[in-house]
């Protein structure tokens, strides 16, 4: 099995070099690290992380902590994350929550407790205060993605910014009577976010002077499901018909679609649809959007991580930073078309 001194030999450079290049920390030009990082590869070389840990006192790896996995979100911020942690020689724990308490009480009293960590991201996490109180304890740099965590700087998506963009598209096109599927306190499962996109459409309705009625709120479930149902109910009266719907989702509005050509409504001759986050569905589907970019969120969380480690900081920025978002017009909305 080939060592780092072999590596060194081949690449013409000194063992400290290697460890440099192969580590990412300390200078090293990126022809040289790119031609060490080659003849590593060529040689079958591999870092060990205790031999890099003991000498360092780090582990080269983040955590990331999420509920759980069935999120196309979740999911897509870690697959953003993991990407940028290995570009930078990083490895990657996940730490799965799921709703189990046994699970959630493991993760935070022993598995974050041992330290493997170098830095932590947390995505999305409601937590209670003994929890809070555990990870923040770790001493480690954490970045959050999703909603406020107290005590941790995070990454955030404006949800009455997007609601509102949404909202106003199609009034642009022309709509006036608009209705909205979204959520109640019952479904505020993360932070809010029901009730924000619900105020986004709203404040878009008085601002262009188009009364709000409140017939035309349908509270559902954040899931395909759940879109499709309540779509179908609203959809099905044609005397109470909107001529546009904003969801509060990117599922949701994937199921209002569905329901209305099962109704044999046309999209968006008869009836335009709008979500909110930019679902890896959306664009198969034809559906506009307000695309939040989750992936690119796991990556500006990445980065920042890494930026402060490679500083040898103990913590990041506070500052809570707000992520870009636009809106991504595509067939399911047109202008209005009457009777």
Not at 200 to 223: C, K, M, Q, R
């Amino acid at each position: 099995m080939a060592g780092i001194e072999d590596v060194a030999r081949r690449a013409g450079v000194s063992v400290a070099t290697v460890s440099r290049a192969l580590s990412g920390r300390g200078p090293v030009s990126p022809a040289t690290r790119d031609k060490v990082r080659a003849m590593a590869d060529e040689l079958g070389y591999v870092v060990s992380p205790s031999a890099s840990g003991l000498a360092s006192g780090t582990t080269r790896t983040v955590g990331i902590v999420v509920p759980f996995l069935t999120s196309w979100f979740y999911t897509s911020v870690i697959e953003g994350a993991q990407a940028t942690l290995l570009d930078h020689g990083y490895d990657v724990t996940l730490y799965n929550l799921f709703a189990n308490g046994d699970v959630r009480g493991a993760v935070f009293e022993r598995s974050l407790r041992r330290r493997r960590d170098d830095a932590l991201i947390a995505v999305s996490l409601e937590l209670s205060e003994p929890e809070r109180a555990l990870l923040t304890g770790t001493g480690k740099p954490i970045v959050g993605v999703g909603g406020p965590l107290e005590g941790v700087p995070t990454l955030s998506v404006d949800d009455v910014g997007v609601a509102r963009l949404a909202t106003e598209h199609v009034i642009m096109l022309g709509h006036t009577r608009i209705a909205h599927l979204g959520g109640d306190v019952d479904h505020e499962l993360d932070f809010h976010v029901p009730s924000q996109r619900r105020l986004g459409y709203e404040a878009a309705l008085t601002a262009a002077g188009i009364e709000v009625d409140p017939t035309l709120f349908v509270v559902t479930e954040f899931s395909i499901e759940g879109g499709y149902h309540s779509a179908k109910q609203l959809l099905g009266d044609p005397r109470r018909r909107p001529t546009a719907i904003v969801a509060a989702s990117d599922e949701m509005a994937l199921g209002a679609m569905l329901a209305a050509r099962h109704l044999g409504l046309s999209v968006p001759q008869d009836i335009s649809i709008s979500g909110i986050d930019g679902h890896e569905l959306a664009e198969f589907a034809g559906l506009t959007t307000v695309d939040q970019y989750p992936a690119r969120q796991g990556a500006q969380a990445a980065e920042l991580l890494v930026e402060c480690l490679a500083s040898g900081l103990k913590a990041v920025d506070a500052t809570d930073r707000k992520v870009d978002y636009d809106l991504v017009v595509r067939g399911s909305t047109g202008p209005v078309h009457s009777p």
